[in-house]
């Protein structure tokens, strides 16, 4: 500012009083500035306009911190754009379903009507086969064998009946009752049994019976086809769910009675022999023992019979 005074000075004195700008006056009989004189001017005027911008700047006009660089400003949280989700594509056209109107109460009632006409439909399995005309009751007897072998009980049930139903047999009947007492069939079993009142059917059902534990219901059946006994097979399988139930002397009298009328057959002797054996009666066990010697008998059970004739020799001699 000092510097502007001065030229300001300078170019007053030249002009020696004149009150008036020298630049807007007359330039009749006057002095021009020079070419130096105005460069000079505009330095000073671009100095002093600096200068009067930093003293404003400085002290006039209040700024906020942020604005002066003391303080950054608070930068707002960037948040990623949301991610797209890819829409799935729709179902081709023949997998769409349809819209099908609902159907009016009169179509609605014939449908009805003709559903419960139709016989709903019986499932069936691989092993079975169509029911026709004819049909060998010895082929489905093989079949369900076979499937009682596997352990398909129901199935095997099925075909033991169709062919019971085609030719009438004590052995197929048999098997039946078998799968009876397996599957918790009772009815089923007595009824076969009223059917075919022989005491083969009754052992074989009243043993199994027995063997799964049903001990009342062995006892039960075989007691009351009793009088069917001709070989000692009923009492046989009395003796034996009496056995199972704990009843020792119960059971040495069915025992004894199904030896008395087959005294051939070696397993009522064994049964009976072993079981005297139990209970102390080791001279008529061994005699038992020794009649066995004399029969047909399996290789188990002629090993059986002769490890107990040698351990029981010592004893009783």
Do not use: C
């Not at 006994?229 to 059971?251: I, T």
Request: glycine share 6%; net charge positive; proline share 7%.
């Amino acid at each position: 500012m000092s510097l502007l005074m001065d030229v300001l000075r300078k170019l007053r004195d030249r002009e020696r009083g004149s009150a008036v700008y020298p630049l807007l006056r007359s330039q009749r009989g006057r002095k021009m500035l020079t070419r130096r004189d105005l460069l000079m001017l505009g330095i000073f005027f671009t100095i002093g306009m600096t200068g009067t911008y930093i003293i404003s700047e400085l002290f006039l006009i209040e700024k906020t911190p942020e604005e002066r660089g003391i303080v950054s400003p608070k930068k707002e949280e960037v948040k990623p754009p949301p991610s797209k989700v890819k829409e799935e594509e729709p179902p081709p056209a023949e997998l769409r379903e349809e819209k099908k109107e609902p159907p009016r109460s009169g179509e609605r009632k014939k449908e009805i009507r003709e559903e419960s006409r139709t016989p709903p439909p019986r499932k069936t399995t691989d092993a079975k086969v169509k029911r026709q005309e004819g049909e060998d009751p010895r082929r489905l007897v093989l079949i369900a064998d076979d499937l009682f072998r596997k352990g398909r009980l129901r199935e095997s049930m099925e075909f033991y009946q169709r062919a019971l139903s085609l030719n009438p047999s004590k052995d197929v009947a048999n098997n039946l009752l078998v799968i009876y007492a397996r599957l918790g069939l009772y009815t089923r079993a007595e009824d076969l049994l009223r059917r075919f009142p022989e005491e083969e059917l009754v052992y074989s059902y009243a043993v199994e019976l027995a063997g799964k534990g049903k001990i009342p219901e062995a006892l039960s059946v075989a007691e009351r086809f009793l009088s069917v006994d001709r070989k000692g097979l009923v009492h046989f399988a009395v003796g034996y769910a009496r056995e199972r139930a704990g009843e020792l002397e119960e059971a040495l009298k069915s025992y004894r009675e199904a030896y008395r009328k087959d005294p051939q057959n070696p397993y009522f002797a064994a049964n009976l022999a072993r079981l005297l054996e139990a209970t102390g009666d080791r001279e008529t066990a061994y005699r038992l023992y020794r009649h066995l010697t004399g029969l047909q008998l399996t290789p188990e059970l002629r090993i059986l019979v002769e490890e107990r004739l040698s351990y029981l020799a010592s004893l009783v001699r």
